[in-house]
């Protein structure tokens, strides 16, 4: 009762105001405890991986089975899948004795067609149970009006790749060439539904890695999100740039860009090297492959005739099957740099086979896309040389003499950390199952996720377009 009484009284001998401010003060930080303990208590994992900026939400296209895995039927149930290789000179490229009606057969080893698997990995994981998908930044949903995207299903590498393989001259044709039709097939399938209309397809996406794919409606689809290996295939020079103050190599992209298209990684051809196995390096420089080849690759040409005998350097020409699969195992895994020449194509699977044999890659290519820049920095772990530099006398190998042991041990140290994104493999031999959180697939579809806010405006400025006004194509990407 004496106490009561004098905190009575020294409670009166505080002035009024005080008293307000410290019950309010009291008040207000009781209610916004509660009100914390009870937001963070709602907080399940669950939840949290719902939230939008932790996953893109995919709708797959309905499409026949004959456009996908029954592609892959057809080529496994083929006596000769591939003209363009020897059976008899490469025992490990013979048709594999599956069983009858395999519902997600293999995808092939061919190399031919191997580096271009990225459709059947990504295809396999959104159609991966929902119950092993906790991993996958691509959410599969059922109802296209809640999607971020629509995938189109097509293995159009491999239906270009069985079309040349099997029956190459009528590849540029129309008639007689089933890869067209596929590709007919398909542009008149997407191109009908609500939801390429809603959209004018611009929020679709198909996988085009071989540079050939789908060469026949590319036009049509170009609107389209593109994961392509590069763009290469698809350099159109403006022939009037020269008249409009602008330079005449300037390249004019009207079908692809890196604004609303993706860049993926070939699928690697040798086996990964882990840091903890690299051993010493005796050859400073490597490359196996073809020495001629068309357009940008002349550079490949030239450059061979300027290194074939310098010392330390190897430049071998041979071809990825078993015997030049193993050449290639130990030429990169000895070497401390590997050579990454323009082809055909600005790039090449190579690449991605040095750094998963952590070899250094020098890459001389003026005009190469990679994927996933601005996720990693390539110049941390890889060398690239101006062609024109390039093709100096003495220049390269000078340059790649010139950097410290260090300075290479910590190009690999860094290699080894980032080789696990260029894998597409998920362990199972169908392509069904868990993927590696950390692998390409996923870092595909962050790439993807980045372009939607350029898509979504794409589309609402195509939307309130006049009817009969006519805006030019500006895919136009420095």
Same mark, same amino acid.
């Given at each position: ?41 709602q ?29 892959? %039927? @057809? ?6 899948? /591939? ?6 000179s490469?025992?490990? *490229? &013979? =048709? ?17 067609i ?35 995207v ?50 004018? %397809? @611009? ?6 890695? /071989?540079?050939?794919?789908?060469w026949?409606?590319?036009?049509? *689809? &170009? =609107? ?18 020269s ?54 690759g ?31 195992? @130990? ?11 323009a ?32 996720m ?35 190009f ?39 372009k ?27």
């Amino acid at each position: 009762m004496a106490l009561k009484n004098t905190i009575s009284s020294s409670l009166r001998s505080v002035p009024t105001l005080f008293l307000s401010l410290t019950t309010l003060v009291f008040t207000l930080s009781l209610t916004l405890f509660f009100l914390f303990s009870n937001h963070r208590s709602q907080i399940t994992p669950q939840t949290t991986l719902q939230q939008p900026h932790t996953s893109i939400k995919v709708y797959v296209a309905d499409l026949p089975r004959s456009l996908n895995y029954g592609l892959l %039927g @057809r080529y496994w149930s083929s006596s000769a899948p /591939d003209s363009r290789l020897s059976a008899e000179s490469d025992p490990q *490229i &013979a =048709p594999t004795h599956l069983p009858k009606n395999l519902q997600f057969p293999p995808y092939p080893e061919n190399p031919l067609i191997k580096q271009y698997s990225a459709e059947y990995w990504i295809t396999g994981d959104l159609m991966t149970p929902e119950s092993l998908r906790a991993g996958s930044f691509a959410r599969r949903v059922f109802d296209v009006e809640e999607s971020d995207v629509v995938f189109v299903p097509f293995f159009a590498t491999l239906s270009a790749e069985l079309q040349l393989g099997t029956a190459k001259g009528a590849f540029r044709k129309k008639v007689g060439n089933e890869d067209y039709e596929r590709q007919r097939q398909i542009v008149d399938l997407v191109r009908g539904t609500p939801a390429w209309k809603r959209s004018g %397809g @611009r929020d679709h996406v198909f996988v085009l890695t /071989d540079p050939v794919a789908m060469w026949h409606v590319r036009a049509e *689809i &170009a =609107p389209a999100i593109l994961l392509v290996v590069d763009f290469g295939g698809w350099y159109r020079l403006d022939s009037k740039s020269s008249s409009n103050g602008s330079s005449p190599d300037m390249i004019q992209h009207t079908q692809v860009s890196l604004l609303k298209d993706v860049i993926v990684p070939y699928t690697h051809l040798l086996p990964s090297l882990h840091l903890s196995e690299d051993q010493r390096r005796q050859t400073l420089l490597y490359f196996k492959g073809a020495k001629h080849r068309h357009r940008g690759g002349i550079v490949r040409e030239k450059l061979w005739d300027l290194l074939v005998n310098e010392p330390g350097v190897i430049m071998e020409e041979g071809f990825p099957n078993a015997t030049g699969r193993e050449q290639s195992i @130990r030429g990169m895994r000895t070497s401390e740099f590997c050579l990454h020449p323009a082809g055909d194509t600005p790039t090449s699977c190579r690449l991605f086979d040095a750094i998963q044999s952590l070899c250094i890659p020098v890459t001389v290519s003026d005009n190469i896309e990679l994927p996933f820049e601005g996720m990693i920095d390539y110049s941390e772990f890889s060398v690239f040389v101006a062609v024109n530099d390039a093709l100096r006398p003495n220049w390269l190998v000078g340059l790649l003499r010139s950097f410290s042991k260090e300075q290479k041990d910590k190009f690999r140290q860094n290699m080894s950390r980032i080789q696990r994104i260029f894998e597409y493999d998920n362990g199972h031999p169908s392509g069904i199952g868990p993927i590696p959180p950390d692998g390409a697939v996923n870092h595909i579809w962050k790439k993807v996720h980045q372009k939607l806010p350029m898509i979504k405006e794409a589309i609402v400025r195509e939307n309130r377009r006049p009817p009969g006004v006519s805006i030019p194509l500006r895919c136009h990407c420095t």
